[in-house]
């Protein structure tokens, strides 16, 4: 499938490529580069808003992240979306996450954050449009959970660990860019591809 998905493929390679550099060539990529909202705001790094998304803190992070775009981002680009509106989906919802997350955190000087999920929720919630009813598996359970019971799951989680983490709980996931990438997800191929939604309602059981 990567064969007719050559943006997926192009996404897969950097993000691979410049994390594995950052992570074992140049450890100090992660701090010059990271998505960081004072910095931004202070110094005018803006090109923070798009490098943070192609590093990762660890193999385990984009490993994650690389096996959820593997699997849905040829799928949405060759069959579905197509090159272009693909690109708008994925760079829309990693954008739309850091607002998200910029808006927050723009005082705080300790807030730093790496990797493409605020995109990938993006991408997984666009599949979520298309293939409601597909089984979607969740790592270490071997049972997969409708697309559409996912996808009501994840914003809801999402947006509770938001509030939590605004109550000072929560951990060092970044939960407000996989609530912005999320919704940017649904609303980009809303519009980029109205047909969708009658697809959607289409293979509803109700």
């Known amino acids: 499938m990567l064969s007719a998905a050559p943006i997926t493929t192009f996404l897969l390679a950097v993000n691979v490529l410049v994390s594995l550099h950052a992570l074992f060539v140049d450890p100090g990529a992660l701090d010059r580069y990271a998505f960081r909202p004072v910095e931004m705001r202070e110094?005018?790094?803006?090109?923070?808003?798009?490098?943070?998304?192609?590093?990762?803190?660890?193999?385990?992070?984009?490993?994650?992240?690389?096996?959820?775009?593997?699997?849905?981002?040829?799928?949405?680009?060759?069959?579905?979306?197509?090159?272009?509106?693909?690109?708008?989906?994925?760079?829309?919802?990693?954008?739309?996450?850091?607002?998200?997350?910029?808006?927050?955190?723009?005082?705080?000087?300790?807030?730093?954050?790496?990797?493409?999920?605020g995109a990938i929720s993006g991408?997984?919630?666009?599949?979520?449009?298309?293939?409601?009813?597909?089984?979607?598996?969740?790592?270490?359970?071997?049972?997969?959970?409708?697309?559409?019971?996912?996808?009501?799951?994840?914003?809801?989680?999402?947006?509770?660990?938001?509030?939590?983490?605004?109550?000072?709980?929560g951990g060092r996931i970044a939960h407000d860019a996989h609530l912005g990438g999320a919704i940017a997800g649904l609303v980009l191929t809303i519009i980029l591809s109205p047909s969708v939604l009658r697809i959607f309602v289409a293979q509803l059981p109700f």
């Open 43 to 117: 110094r005018k790094e803006w090109y923070r808003m798009i490098t943070g998304a192609f590093l990762h803190a660890n193999l385990v992070h984009l490993l994650f992240n690389m096996m959820t775009l593997y699997f849905f981002g040829p799928y949405l680009e060759a069959r579905r979306l197509g090159e272009l509106p693909f690109l708008v989906v994925y760079f829309g919802s990693l954008l739309a996450a850091h607002a998200y997350a910029y808006v927050r955190h723009r005082n705080d000087p300790d807030y730093a954050a790496v990797g493409a999920s």
């Open 123 to 169: 991408v997984l919630l666009s599949f979520c449009l298309f293939e409601p009813m597909s089984p979607i598996y969740i790592f270490l359970i071997p049972v997969g959970i409708p697309a559409i019971l996912f996808a009501v799951l994840f914003i809801a989680f999402s947006s509770y660990a938001v509030r939590d983490a605004d109550r000072g709980g």
